[in-house]
């Protein structure tokens, strides 16, 4: 049963999270604007959890008495709900210690972060608060223009930025595909999906007769749902490389790879080196939007070892909002190709990755504010 105590200085909440993102989203959902962050510290599972689970964030929030009524019935309406679900969100009474700062993590330091670095920039500290990514927000803060743009009004603010943002998407370099495209990933990434759509396009819109080889690569990589995929579509599925036909643009070749692990560094190493033996030039890595940045991070570090030349993201639709994947296109050499939205393997994907990423970069509880900001500032 959860209590809650009044303080002299209003209400405490303990929250265990699994990211700084979804600590902001869920203070700024159920706590509202006025809450502090009092205290972050990493927290770990106890016996074989730690082994088997992520560490996660404890963070002590507080909300000033005036609101702490109407959180408290937040809270209690949402106890079933799936926002609280993992989270296990308790009210706490006593003494809120203030955390160590035993480490200069951005995680487990994005309170001071949010306070310190964002200090007198009203409009940085909205769009942290909204959930945008904390690099991306770096990224706009050190822009030549901002000491201009952050004295605009929000709405001219948002203007700014989705005009900054796609200049500078629009120099990322992009690659050209060949007509040997290898697709390669993390497992549970959405490959086989992601390979479904672009042969469904093959097909459908270009109206080519692609083949696929499966390459096992010294694990299994079994194909029945693919096959009969490919039979539906009339695309031809080899398992050998000595029975493939002659590739050319009218029948492209398409590689599709078993899952690479995270933890196996020659995975990905004995992938690039049968690439490399087929002269396969167009490498594709599918990455899950919807996982934290830092396992994005990880795979696109470890696709170097095959030298990935292009990037899909999946699960598009699945993300609260699109911020912290503009890094990602402007911090590496990987060309955007695609978005790819849900399970339908002949559809939703989208070349315009542009497009897609500004339609969810802004919540539309910011674009609401917007009226709120014009007529105050």
Known sequence: MKETISTESGKKFRLVVRSAEEAVRIIREKLGENAKVLSVRQVGGEGLKRFVSSPKLEVIAQILDEDGEEALHVENEDQGSNSFSDTKEVLVDGDIKETPDTSKSDES???????????????????????FDKSLLNSIQSW????????????????????????????????ATTNQIAILG?????????????LANEVFINKNSPN???????????????????????????????????VSDRHPLFLDFPGLSHSNLDDWIDAGSVLDRLNVKTRILVVNGAYEKEI????????????????????FDEMNNATKLWPLFF????????????????????????NQLITKTFPEDLYARTSKYSKTI
């Open 109 to 131: 330091n994005f309170s001071s972060f949010l306070e310190d670095q964002y200090s007198g920039d009203e409009k940085l500290q909205l769009l942290y608060r909204s959930g």
């Open 186 to 198: 993390a497992p549970g990434v959405g490959k086989t999906t992601t390979l479904c759509k672009l």
């Open 212 to 246: 696929i080889l499966k390459v096992e690569n010294g694990m299994p990589n079994p194909d029945d749902s693919l096959k009969i995929f490919c039979d539906v579509i009339g695309a031809t599925l080899y398992r050998e490389e000595n029975r493939l036909p002659e």
């Open 331 to 354: 911090d590496n050499p990987l060309s955007p190709l695609c978005i790819c939205n849900g399970q339908n393997v002949t559809g939703d994907f989208s070349n315009n990755v542009l």
């Open 296 to 315: 994005i991070n990880k795979e696109i570090h470890l696709a170097r070892n095959l030298n990935a030349t292009h990037l899909v993201v999946t699960h």
């Open 144 to 175: 030549s223009n901002w000491s201009e743009i952050c004295k605009l009004s929000l709405a001219e603010v948002l203007k700014e930025i989705t005009v900054g943002l796609s200049d500078r998407f629009r120099k990322v370099q992009k690659q």
